[in-house]
């Protein structure tokens, strides 16, 4: 690498891993180049230390065995939230809220002894729907009738998902996932909302969850996770001070890295040392080695990632071309052989 260097003169910038060998080529080839820690490598290199930590407190990722007496489990005959009746008024919600503010305003305005139509100028409203507000003597006469009980674009699933919230499945996510199989062509945000009332109406203990590997709390703690893994890591946390305060100086050095703060990495390592994360302590150790180069990976544009991408792509193909040649050979063999 020296030599390839020192034959295209030229180089401003070298973006590499912080292996010695490659710094030590870099400073021989091309002395003048800026050296640049890949983000990538950089993010790897915590990630390994964040592993090191999940291993010391795995006993800790399991939760707790449930004490109480147990509660033999009632069967939802209809786990369907009950609705408003039609002759009842609809007591929440964006239409009522609204109906209820806008009465309140006009029958205010009544008070004062203005008309419908000074009404309807200054709440700039029709003149027809002040009308009828004013002839309301309370919010519910409107919120009665063609407001309430109206369908959903749901309504021919919820069986479906009533089916699955009685065998267990009670993330939203995941009931969204399976919806559009069935021909679902709505959004998420109205399982979500149709599942939180379920969740309201009908509430009880979750099944007992496999316990998470020091991988999967690993990749939560380091990555962006699901709903329902986030609240799964939210509870190890909760048992585990070590692992909280490590997922905390993460998510403070992730915020440093996306918003190229390289000049605040001083005051982050300073906060890791001075608190009781010893795999952490190994990390910022090992920045310390190669400073220069990190801060100048935090703070400026360069990057390899994409070139990492592509390169384990390739390996994936190579693994998986590999393991055909492998079944291709046994095949011919099996062939011979019969």
């Known amino acids: 690498m020296a030599a390839w260097l020192a034959d ?73 939230p009950a609705l408003p009746s039609p002759d009842e008024p609809r007591q929440s919600g964006r239409l009522s809220d609204r109906v209820r503010e806008q009465h309140a305003a006009v029958h205010a305005l009544l008070e004062e002894g203005l008309g419908l139509r000074p009404i309807a100028r200054q709440l700039g409203l029709a003149r027809n729907t002040v009308r009828r507000l004013a002839h309301a003597a309370t919010a ?13 674009i749901l309504d021919p699933y919820k069986p479906f998902l009533h089916q699955r919230w009685a065998e267990g499945c009670t ?6 996932e399976e919806v559009p199989e069935r021909g679902y062509p709505g959004g998420e945000s109205v399982v979500k909302r149709y599942v939180q009332r379920l969740r309201e109406a009908f509430p009880h203990d979750d099944p007992p969850r496999k316990t998470p590997s020091v991988r999967d709390v690993t990749s939560w703690i380091t990555r962006r996770p699901d709903d329902d893994q986030a609240q799964q890591l939210k509870h190890i946390l909760a048992r585990c001070p070590a692992l909280d305060r490590t997922a905390e100086h993460v998510r403070a050095f992730a915020e440093l890295m996306n918003d190229r703060r390289g000049r605040d990495l001083g005051q982050w390592t300073e906060r890791v040392q001075t608190d009781d994360v010893p795999a952490l302590h190994g990390f910022v150790t090992g920045l310390g080695q190669d400073l220069d180069a990190v801060v100048a ?42």
């Not at 993330?171 to 969204?176: K, N």
């Not at 390739?314 to 095949?331: P, S, V, Y």
Request: hydrophobic share 40%; net charge positive.
């Open 8 to 80: 295209h003169p030229g180089v401003e910038a070298i973006c590499r891993d912080r292996s010695t060998a490659y710094a030590e080529a870099g400073r021989l080839g091309a002395p003048d180049a800026v050296h640049v820690a890949d983000r990538w490598h950089i993010w790897k290199n915590l990630a390994e230390a964040v592993e090191k930590t999940v291993i010391q407190h795995r006993a800790l990722l399991r939760e707790p065995e449930n004490t109480a007496p147990v509660r033999a489990a009632e069967p939802l005959e209809s786990p369907e």
């Open 297 to 338: 990976g935090l703070s400026l544009s360069y990057s390899s990632g994409a070139v990492e991408g592509h390169n384990n792509k390739i390996k994936m193909i190579k693994r998986q071309m590999i393991g055909r040649a492998n079944f291709d050979l046994l095949r011919k063999r099996v062939l011979l052989a019969a």
């Open 140 to 152: 519910d006469e409107l919120l009665v009738g063609r407001w309430t009980g109206r369908t959903s």
């Open 171 to 176: 993330v939203a996510r995941r009931l969204f």
